[in-house]
């Protein structure tokens, strides 16, 4: 360590400031050589501070980035040109044990008595990296999921919508044939070409049945997975997916009630209505000032509830009647079969999904009512004392 | 003796009345769950066809209310569910017939 001064009344006390500080400082001299490394640094790359002090700051880096840096050093040295000075960067450090890990780095640069000098901020990023990583594999699971269960619902929906027209197009016909069958009795007339095209039509509609019974046999095969939940940590786990890289273009609020009695759901099926709820809210409220969507879990006796509201327009009047029906969609936005799937995915779970239209200056309002399982287990209580009713959690709006 | 049908889709509660009428039944109809629990004067002789999917309370409400009546009517469950669904839905009632849409001439037979 020749070369190193000993340090100074005023170092010394500065040296007292940096060992306490969270963030990794590092000070180096023009040279890139190491005049201080502090605790938090020794803890991020498994260092002591003796170890380092005085040697060139390339040993904290991956041995790729060693020419590297000697390079900017240099380019720094003779054109003042910055390319980190001042602005702060991602990089990757190098520990004792040589693995690798992300951090971010600002760098600064002070006019000392003894040269120019350069001071490093580094903050582990390893952690963020890991949700990061764990968030985009939990998204490619559910859009997985989601599109093999939504393929299925749309069968099922599918099927369902043309099942209804059709129960209705062969009870009447069954009240025809009565019909036609009492005329020719009281006339005593026969009516042959009534009754064959009666059976024609008859035998079409079958047809169309058994096309509709194939489509659900198809569907069916599923067998539906019912899982006691919580319903928080579902809801939860939905939002962070529907507000993945919406941080900054709406307010999320998120009131939770504590230790709701657990649910006899598919997780993955009521995390669709959470995700397909959250969309259309942030779709309706978009334009607004400050468009925020408020997500609502609460238990009323042996109902566990959710609510997605908006501070949108509102849904009109004459649009309510056909809210729920499939494929009416206005022109322009989705395929309209989010809320019909929704509904049909709650009734599934003998449950159901209420609209408050609102309008008049307030947004629409959705709920969705799922029976409570009827032994909940202590274990699927909340055990988390955060989110008590009324303390928001927030996602940051900044 | 009067068919009481709580069924949501008009479609089908229409067809499901011409259909009962044309052999000689009074019918009452009714949207939901609610409408019947509120307005429904049922008979013993009576019989009553309700859809288990309803906006609102789910149909078994109907039949659970209707099975508590001291001389409950013939109860018939209608449902365009998936057969799963049915099953988890009518577990805790075991004696109700359950018919699936597209209803064929077996309800024809039952009204008869
Ligand atoms: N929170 C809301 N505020 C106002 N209108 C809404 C709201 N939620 C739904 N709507 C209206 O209901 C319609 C149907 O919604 P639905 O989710 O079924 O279909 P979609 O969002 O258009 O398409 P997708 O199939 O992609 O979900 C929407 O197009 C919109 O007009
Ligand atoms: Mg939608």
Known sequence: ?398 | MTVHIVEDDDGVRDALSELCRSVGRTVQVYPDSEAFASGAKVEPDDMVLVDIGLPGEPGTEVVRRVSKLPMPPKVIVISGLPLADIHHAMREFSNVLVMRKPLTSELLALLA
């Open chain 1, 1 to 398: 360590m020749q070369g190193i001064r000993r340090p100074t009344l005023s170092e010394a006390r500065l040296e007292s400031v940096l060992e306490t500080a969270p963030d990794g400082i590092i000070v180096m001299d023009e040279g890139a050589r190491i005049l201080v490394f502090n605790k938090a640094c020794e803890s991020l790359f498994g260092y002591n501070a003796a170890e380092v002090i005085g040697e060139n700051v390339r040993i904290l880096m991956p041995q790729a980035h060693h020419d590297n840096h000697d390079l900017y050093v240099q380019r720094y040295r003779a054109t003042g040109e910055r390319r980190i000075i001042g602005i702060g960067r991602e990089v990757e450090g190098r520990r004792k044990d040589g693995s690798i890990f992300p951090l971010d780095l600002s760098v600064g640069e002070a006019q000392t008595p003894n040269g120019r000098q350069f001071i490093g901020v580094i903050r582990d990023l390893s952690a963020r990296h890991e949700t990061e990583r764990r968030l985009a594999s939990v998204q490619a699971d559910l859009i997985r999921v989601t599109r093999v269960s939504a393929l299925d619902e749309m069968g099922s929906v599918l099927a369902h919508e043309l099942n209804q027209p059709l129960t209705a197009i062969m009870l009447y016909l069954q009240a025809l044939e009565r019909e036609v069958h009492r005329i020719q009795v009281t006339h005593s007339r026969l009516e042959p070409r009534a009754s064959e095209l009666l059976g024609k039509a008859t035998r079409e509609a079958q047809r169309a049945g058994s096309i509709i019974q194939r489509v659900r046999q198809l569907v069916e095969k599923r067998a539906p997975e019912r899982k006691n939940a919580n319903l928080n940590a579902v809801v939860d786990e939905a939002l962070e997916l529907a507000m993945l890289g919406r941080q900054r273009s709406v307010y999320l609020r998120r009131f939770g009630q504590m230790q709701l009695p657990g649910v006899l759901i598919d997780t993955v099926q009521i995390q669709q209505i959470v995700l397909n709820l959250t969309r259309n809210a942030i779709e309706a409220c978009q334009r607004e000032a400050d468009p925020t969507v408020t997500v609502t879990t609460w238990a009323e006796g042996d109902i566990v509830c959710l609510s997605v509201a908006d501070n949108g327009p509102g849904i009109p009047a004459e649009r309510m009647r056909t809210l729920f029906n499939a494929f009416r969609s206005e022109a322009g936005t989705g395929m309209g079969i989010g809320l019909t799937i929704s509904r049909a995915i709650a009734q599934n779970h003998m449950g159901e999904l209420l609209v408050d239209p609102g309008g008049d200056g307030k947004g629409a309002c959705f709920t969705v009512r799922l029976p409570a399982a009827v032994d909940t287990a202590a274990e699927n209580r909340d055990s988390i004392a955060a989110m008590p009713m009324a303390a928001a959690a927030e996602a940051d709006k900044s």
